[in-house]
């Protein structure tokens, strides 16, 4: 059996790197979760209007890598202080969010971000929300 979980941390690429190397990782997609349009493009997402963000989808075995141990490679894989920005990308498709499919991820999302806090200076941005339509990223982004 897996389990999805899916994170967004910046440009999804970096992020989808980072994920695939975790073993029990089954597999990775890379797109948009978020918003309020149907069916977006990059074009559309990065217009702001959109209000999606770049999400990486991770589907997961629980058996041999723990959803606390995904959290982990999020909070070390990206600056969860900045507001919609990572380095020298900046807009709101680069927020940091974690986006739950379960009541247990959300519990675990939570405090996970709570012990994170104290490994940074400024207070964490991430949101924590329910995840929502998730669609594929273009092949040639």
Known sequence: ??????FGAGCFWEVEAAFRKIEGVVSTSVGYSGGTSENPTYKDVCTGQTGHAEVVEVEYDPSRVSYEELLE???ENHD?????R????????YCSAIFFHTPEQEAAARASKERAQ?????PIVTEIKPASEFYRAEEYH
């Open 80 to 84: 969860p202080t900045s507001l919609n």
């Open 118 to 122: 104290g490994g940074f200076k400024k």
């Open 86 to 93: 990572q380095g020298l990308d900046v807009s709101t498709q």
């Open 73 to 75: 490679v999020f909070w």
């Open 1 to 6: 059996m897996t389990v999805k979980a899916t």
